[in-house]
């Protein structure tokens, strides 16, 4: 069956460090990946979009992998500072929808 | 313009009641999307409207989840009959070229 997975557990770093987050999935073939941040009591806001001929995309302090080969993304925010502290969700759309991980936790502490 | 809204925020409803959940896409938005997010977890396709007409329902979990957009703009997702098991947040989300633009979501407690 289909399923994407991310980072089971919350993840805990200090500020300036670079924070790494992982989306791993089986039985797609996504044209295109993307990555949503999502605040306590707020809906999903879209962060950057990449598609499967693209193998990196960066917007300041974020950069997103995807290999089409192992499946994986993986999402990166360098310098980071309490304030990206928020649950990060990774989504492939199939047939129109989005279809979304998990998400992960991430908190930053100063 | 302004952003994805849904109201009400918050719904607590007795099981058994009906429920009307609203959203209002931004404005020119052809497409539009539900999902229901349980706590602790990614949100999951309900449903999807392009203008007026409903091209996918195939993750209404029962035939007591409705949804409709009469005018190609507004949206109502109804559940009838609530169960405890839709406690839930509800998002819509309307979309522009490849992004969803999300609107806060209805959180729905059923007693």
């Known amino acids: 069956s289909q399923k994407i997975e991310q980072n089971s557990e919350a993840l805990n770093i200090q500020e300036g460090k670079t924070a790494t987050l992982t989306c791993n999935y089986t039985?797609?073939?996504?044209?295109?990946l993307q990555w949503y941040r999502q605040d306590p009591g707020r809906g999903p806001v879209f962060l950057l979009l990449?598609?499967?001929?693209?193998k990196e995309k960066r917007k300041e302090r974020l950069k997103v992998t995807f290999d089409t080969t192992l499946k994986q993304s993986l999402f990166h925010i360098t310098a980071s500072q309490p304030a990206d502290s928020a649950t990060y969700l990774c989504?492939?759309?199939?047939?129109?929808?989005?279809?979304f991980g998990q998400g992960t936790e991430l908190s930053v502490k100063p | 313009g302004a952003g994805v809204s849904q109201s009400p925020r918050y719904k607590v409803a007795k099981r058994g009641q009906d429920v009307a959940l609203r959203c209002d896409p931004i404005?020119?938005?052809?497409?539009l999307f539900w999902y229901q997010q349980a706590l602790g977890q990614g949100p999951e396709f309900l449903t999807y409207?392009?203008?007026?007409?409903?091209?996918?329902k195939s993750g209404l979990p029962s035939d007591r989840f409705f949804a409709e957009r009469p005018e190609g703009s507004v949206s109502t997702l109804k559940i009838q009959r609530t169960q405890q098991e839709d406690s839930a947040v509800y998002l819509c989300?309307?979309?522009?070229?490849?992004?969803?633009?999300f609107g806060p979501g209805t959180r729905l407690l059923v007693l």
């Open positions: 989300a309307s979309r522009t070229q490849e992004t969803q633009y």
């Open positions: 039985n797609y073939s996504p044209a295109y």
């Open positions: 990449i598609r499967e001929n693209e």
């Open positions: 989504a492939l759309e199939g047939g129109g929808k989005l279809i």
């Open positions: 404005s020119g938005h052809v497409s």
């Open positions: 409207f392009q203008n007026e007409a409903q091209l996918d």
